[in-house]
């Protein structure tokens, strides 16, 4: 056998340290520059828009729309500008009266790496976000002697969001499996989830609208219904929770009716026994106008800690699964449910089957993100023909037919 040239050994060598040296490098990057979360406090003033008493509610078209206009053109600014990697995205959290128009109270997010100089950055947050709101196309003026912009970190940034509905703040930046056919979900993915425990064991899904207040599905509470025996617990894993509260009181649709194989008002709102403290971890989900449409085809998700397969155990980490409103019409056809689906209901999943909800996600929240990337409850696991089965989706009870039931309850 004959020994490998010297000059061709150099080479492989060389070629061995280089490589090796990229994988430490870049591991070294991804463990130790762990990106922190940065938020920007800015307010500013719009001159030439009216103030109307719907821009109160967030979950208003009328809020909607204007705040969108301005995340557009905050995010448009970001993302010609330098600071394009670093930006997340912005939220406007208020919308107030003033003298000479509206008041805006907008939250910037930011990736920053623990060496990155924040001083230097504010300035140049400051002008980007400043020359973005003026640099538009004229149909908002802000008046930039009013513009104000502070720093903070990702506690108090969150803090901020508070008393925003929807919102998810995920600690990785590189975000883009049963439920039945779904995958685990990331911390903070689904702050508005809780488990609701029957004698410290978990039973249902359940959704916070408020700090106090949280939906779920009447069938829940078969058999019991004493809330002394009920506890509800936050966060993506049940053992060990990231809170847990008694419930004060349970309150069930009053024309549910407790036979079985009846799915008609399958809905409850349950009182916690003293308010959570929202955190990235536990926060509140809107709730839709009660004329907003889902159509066919919009892509939801669904999460809960249920069974992965029909007649399956539940588990401990949080689980979710995207699935697709079907058309009613379609979902009362012959084959699928014949009939059974009514103006309370609506159905989600796929026809062949394989992603679906399943034993002990009831109660859980159907969501879908508006284009502000805010999310909204469409639906509350409710029944289905086993789990992931063809023609055999998931039925959810449609939150916009109850909209008025759930604020006659709950004042939300
Ligand atoms: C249940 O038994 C159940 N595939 C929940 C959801 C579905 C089926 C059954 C939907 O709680």
């Known amino acids: 056998m004959k020994l490998l040239e010297p000059w061709k050994?150099?080479?492989i060598s060389l070629a061995v340290v280089v490589f090796l040296a990229l994988v430490i490098g870049l591991l070294a990057y991804f463990l130790l520059m762990d990106p922190e979360m940065y938020f920007y406090n800015g307010s500013f003033k719009i001159t030439n828009v009216q103030y109307t008493p719907d821009f109160?509610?967030?979950?208003?078209?009328?809020f909607r729309g204007l705040s969108a206009n301005i995340e557009t053109l905050v995010t448009r600014a970001f993302r010609a500008s330098s600071l394009n990697k670093k930006y997340i995205r912005s939220h406007?959290?208020?919308?107030?009266?003033?003298?000479?128009?509206?008041?805006?109270?907008?939250?910037?997010?930011?990736?920053?790496?623990?060496?990155?100089?924040?001083?230097?950055?504010?300035e140049r947050v400051r002008n980007i976000l400043l020359q973005g709101l003026q640099t538009n196309t004229g149909y908002l003026q802000v008046d930039p002697s009013t513009f104000e912009l502070?720093?903070?970190?990702?506690?108090?940034g969150q803090n901020l969001l508070n008393n925003c509905c929807g919102i998810r703040i995920l600690n990785s930046p590189f975000y883009s499996d049963r439920i039945?056919?779904?995958?685990?979900?990331?911390?903070?993915?689904?702050?508005?989830?809780a488990s609701l425990q029957l004698s410290g064991i978990h039973r249902c899904g359940a959704t916070l609208i408020s700090d106090s207040w949280l939906v779920t599905a009447a069938h829940c509470f078969r058999g019991q219904r004493n809330p002394s025996l009920w506890a509800a617990s936050f966060g993506t894993v049940i053992r060990p929770p990231k809170?847990?509260?008694?419930?004060?009181?349970?309150?069930?649709?009053?024309?549910?009716?407790?036979?079985?194989?009846?799915?008609?008002?399958d809905i409850a709102v349950v009182q916690l026994a003293s308010p959570v403290e929202f955190s990235g971890d536990i926060r509140k989900v809107c709730l839709p106008e009660e004329f907003s449409v889902f159509p066919p085809n919009t892509s939801c998700f669904v999460t809960?800690?249920?069974?992965l397969q029909d007649d399956g155990p539940s588990v401990n980490n949080l689980r979710q699964a995207e699935v697709k409103i079907i058309d009613t019409d379609i979902c009362n056809r012959a084959e699928v449910y014949s009939g059974f689906i009514s103006p309370g209901m609506v159905c989600a999943g796929y026809l062949e089957g394989k992603i679906d909800a399943c034993q002990g996600d009831s109660g859980g929240p159907l969501v879908t993100a508006d284009s502000r990337g805010i999310w909204y409850l469409v639906g509350i696991v409710s029944w289905g023909d086993e789990c992931a089965k063809r023609n055999k989706p998931g039925v959810y009870?449609?939150?916009?037919?109850?909209?008025?039931w759930i604020a006659a309850k709950t004042g939300i």
């Open 150 to 156: 502070s720093g903070m970190k990702k506690e108090n």
């Open 92 to 122: 406007v959290i208020k919308l107030s009266p003033d003298a000479r128009g509206v008041a805006v109270e907008i939250v910037l997010m930011f990736h920053f790496s623990s060496n990155d100089n924040m001083a230097s950055y504010l």
């Open 56 to 62: 109160d509610k967030q979950t208003s078209k009328e």
């Open 243 to 265: 809170g847990r509260r008694n419930l004060r009181s349970i309150i069930v649709h009053e024309q549910y009716t407790d036979t079985l194989r009846n799915h008609e008002y």
């Open 304 to 307: 809960g800690w249920g069974a």
């Open 397 to 404: 009870t449609r939150v916009t037919y109850y909209r008025n």
């Open 9 to 11: 050994l150099a080479l």
């Open 180 to 193: 039945t056919g779904g995958r685990t979900a990331q911390e903070g993915a689904w702050p508005w989830q």
